[in-house]
Structures are given as C-alpha cells and as structure tokens.
C-alpha cells in the first residue's frame, strides 16, 4: 500500500493536486477566527483519536489479514 501511495502522489497531476489542496486549507483556516478555532480543534481531535487508537489497531490488524 505505501508504495502504491508513494508512485500515486509522485506523478506531477497529483502532486500540484495536494500541493493546491494543503494551500487552500492553510488559507482558509487563516482566514478568520472561527474557521482557524475550529480546524485546530478538528486536528488536534484526529491526533488523539490516531494515537489513542494506533496501539489496538497494531495488536488486532494481524488477526484480520
């Protein structure tokens, strides 16, 4: 799957895709206040869900290959 991932997002189309994406959601999220507020809070809620999950997922993943 990573090298999938890595040969999807080293062709030129995808890469100014995500580059183009990242760029408009900084400008967004700095555009004002609420937006900035609300999306620090939407990132900091996926990192501790990541986190928090990430020990179970690596102890049961092998189970359901």
């Keep these: 799957?990573?090298?999938?991932?890595?040969?999807l997002t080293?062709?030129?189309v995808v890469s100014t895709a995500v580059t183009?994406?990242?760029s408009?959601?900084?400008r967004t999220k700095e555009s004002?206040?609420?937006f900035r507020t609300?999306?620090?809070l939407a990132e900091s809620s996926i990192k501790t869900f990541s986190d928090t999950s990430?020990?179970?997922?690596e102890k049961y993943q092998p189970q359901c290959k």
Excluded: D, G
């Excluded at 799957?1 to 040969?7: A, C, G, K, T």
């Excluded at 990430?54 to 997922?57: G, I, R």
């Design 10 to 12: 080293s062709l030129p």
């Design 1 to 7: 799957q990573e090298q999938f991932v890595n040969r």
């Design 20 to 22: 183009q994406a990242c």
């Design 54 to 57: 990430k020990p179970y997922l």
């Design 38 to 40: 609300s999306l620090n």
């Design 32 to 34: 004002n206040q609420v």
């Design 24 to 26: 408009l959601y900084q």
